[in-house]
């Protein structure tokens, strides 16, 4: 097998203005945060969203550290979480000192379980418990979640909502109180990533959206070590350096003049998929009537396959095709594994069945022909049963 064979996770795409535009960096001197890409990214951005304002940062970790502190996350208080979800998701809310509550997802698209945690939060209010101060909810894989519990909260309790939407560029609900609007732009802020492995990337990068311009002005203060003045070094409370280059603006702005057709792509790639494994023993990705996702990560869950993800990542990876298992819930991650939590079941299952096939933007009908095939090859084989070594010890 040769390098040319490997059918990768999921490659970025960089077709576009990309080149144009880091010449004109480097022509113009501009290579840092001062520079016009940042700017015009950050309005094409929010343009793009719907979302009146956009500020760009280094991460989508630090976008999501930076809101939970617009937010008002600290010491003492308390934060619900996705309990199934990528490590940065719960990393940001601990930056600030927060106590963080997990909660679990729901079958249908495998977001947080809003109806739990509204359930739950009202039992907290009648006994006189502490009830989250805020709600952070990822649309995970790209999938938009269910929010409209999340609202009730808000304007029963005060309780504030963040969406961390680094995998669900573009995404939208299509139904309800929300029908029509872009994830991220619902909430008090919303964050997204511009990680090499997302939609579109800046090599990294991330973007704060929201409608209130006082929130969005303290996000650009504090990415920017909240300098208080134009001129000179004073600073009015500590701040971050958080600001994202304009080398990375500028590859970012020409992915965002690409994001339709990726979002056409992806769409493309995921009912491919979804015909070539109509009849595998799996469940197809979540796609609710009421959601327009972005197909971020094509991933499925076994089926009556004995626990055997792990046997079966492996040996797709050995076949050359980078599979990867889902997310162990936080509750299973050292940092978080005394964290409070509501449920975690389906989480779990979605750890021990989960598996994302190769998503690349550039992926052809022919390797997702050859995915399936070396898939369905894998599963139809029982395997040995033994447990399995970690992946790094199990090269040949
Ligand atoms: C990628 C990702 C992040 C973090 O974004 P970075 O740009 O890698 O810091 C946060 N949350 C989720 C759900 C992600 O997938």
């Not at 015009?40 to 760009?56: G, L, N, T, Y």
């Not at 997302?198 to 909240?226: F, W, Y």
């Not at 936080?330 to 005394?338: A, F, G, I, N, V």
């Amino acid at each position: 097998m040769t390098a040319a064979d490997r059918i990768a996770l999921s490659e970025p795409l960089l077709g576009g203005n990309e080149l144009a535009y880091l010449r004109e960096c480097v022509e113009s001197n501009f290579v840092s945060s001062a520079g016009p890409f940042v700017n015009d990214f950050e309005i094409k951005f929010a343009e793009r969203v719907h979302s009146r304002h956009a500020v760009a940062c280094a991460s989508g970790t630090a976008a999501l550290h930076v809101a939970m502190r617009i937010a008002g996350a600290g010491p003492g208080k308390l934060i619900a979480v996705s309990d199934f979800t990528f490590i940065a998701s719960a990393n940001a809310v601990s930056y600030t000192g927060a106590d963080l509550l997990l909660v679990d997802s729901e079958q249908q698209t495998w977001n947080m379980n809003t109806e739990l945690l509204y359930d739950d939060v009202c039992r907290r209010a009648r006994l006189g418990r502490r009830i989250p101060d805020i709600v952070e909810v990822v649309h995970v894989l790209g999938h938009p979640a269910d929010i409209e519990p999340l609202f009730e909260l808000r304007s029963r309790f005060g309780i504030r909502l963040i969406e961390d939407a680094a995998e669900a560029h573009g995404a939208r609900w299509r139904a309800g109180m929300v029908e029509g609007c872009q994830v991220g732009t619902v909430g008090d802020l919303g964050c997204f990533s511009f990680n090499g492995n997302k939609l579109i990337t800046s090599g990294s990068g991330g973007m704060v959206v929201s409608n209130d311009a006082a929130a969005a002005r303290r996000t650009r203060h504090l990415v920017n070590q909240a300098k208080s003045s134009e001129h000179g070094y004073v600073h009015d409370e500590i701040g971050y350096n958080y600001r994202m280059s304009n080398i990375a603006a500028a590859v970012g702005l020409a992915q965002l003049e690409q994001l339709d057709s990726f979002l056409l792509r992806k769409r493309t790639m995921a009912e491919q998929y979804d015909r070539l494994l109509a009849s595998a023993p799996l469940r197809r990705p979540p796609r609710a009537n009421w959601a327009s996702p972005s197909h971020w990560l094509y991933s499925v869950l076994l089926r009556g396959q004995n626990n055997r993800v792990a046997d079966v990542v492996h040996e797709l990876n050995e076949r050359g095709i980078q599979g990867r298992r889902l997310w162990p819930p936080l509750h299973r991650q050292r940092p978080y594994e005394s964290c409070e939590r509501l449920g975690g079941v389906v989480a779990e299952d979605l750890y021990q069945n989960g598996l994302s096939l190769p998503s690349s933007l550039g992926i052809t009908s022919e390797e997702q022909g050859r995915v399936v095939t070396r898939l369905c090859n894998v599963l139809a084989h029982d395997g040995p049963q033994q447990k399995h070594a970690p992946e790094s010890e199990t090269q040949p």
